[in-house]
C-alpha cells in the first residue's frame, strides 16, 4: 500500500509560479514510476508529466513543455512539479500518482490539490 499526500496548490496570476509537493510512504520509494496528473472542471483526467524511478527519465505532455518541471527526492521520498509561467489552461486539481514496477497502470493516486489561475 502506497500513500501519497499532494500540497502546494493555490491561487496564481496568469504569468506566475507554483511548485507542487507530493509525499510518499513505502520503502521502496526510487522503484515507484510517478506522474502528475490534472483534471480540469468538465473534463477528463490528464497526464502532464511523469519520472522514472531513478529520476533518469522524464517525459511531459505539449502543453506543459518548457514551463513544467517534473522531478523527485528519493531520500525525502518527495515528488515535485515546478510550474512556470502558468495559464488559465492550467487551472485544474493536480493529482499524484505511482506506478508499481511491472505494472501498466497507475494504482495509488493522491486526493489532489487545487490550482487556480486567473487571466
Known amino acids: 500500500q502506497v500513500q501519497l499526500a499532494e500540497s502546494g496548490g493555490g491561487l496564481v496570476q496568469a504569468g506566475g509560479s507554483l511548485r507542487l509537493s507530493c509525499a510518499a510512504s513505502?520503502?521502496?520509494?526510487?522503484?515507484?514510476?510517478m506522474a502528475w496528473f490534472r483534471q480540469a472542471p468538465g473534463k477528463e483526467r490528464e497526464s502532464v508529466a511523469a519520472?522514472?524511478?531513478?529520476?533518469?527519465?522524464?517525459w511531459y505532455d505539449d502543453s506543459v513543455k518548457g514551463r513544467f518541471t517534473i522531478s523527485r527526492d528519493n531520500p525525502k521520498n518527495s515528488l515535485y512539479l515546478q510550474m512556470n509561467t502558468l495559464k488559465p489552461e492550467d487551472t485544474g486539481v493536480y493529482y499524484c500518482?505511482?506506478?508499481?514496477?511491472?505494472?501498466?497502470?497507475?494504482?495509488?493516486w493522491g486526493q489532489g490539490t487545487q490550482v487556480t489561475v486567473s487571466s
Open positions: 500518482a505511482v506506478r508499481l514496477s511491472g505494472q501498466t497502470k497507475y494504482a495509488y
Open positions: 513505502g520503502r521502496t520509494f526510487n522503484s515507484y514510476h
Open positions: 519520472i522514472s524511478g531513478s529520476g533518469g527519465y522524464t
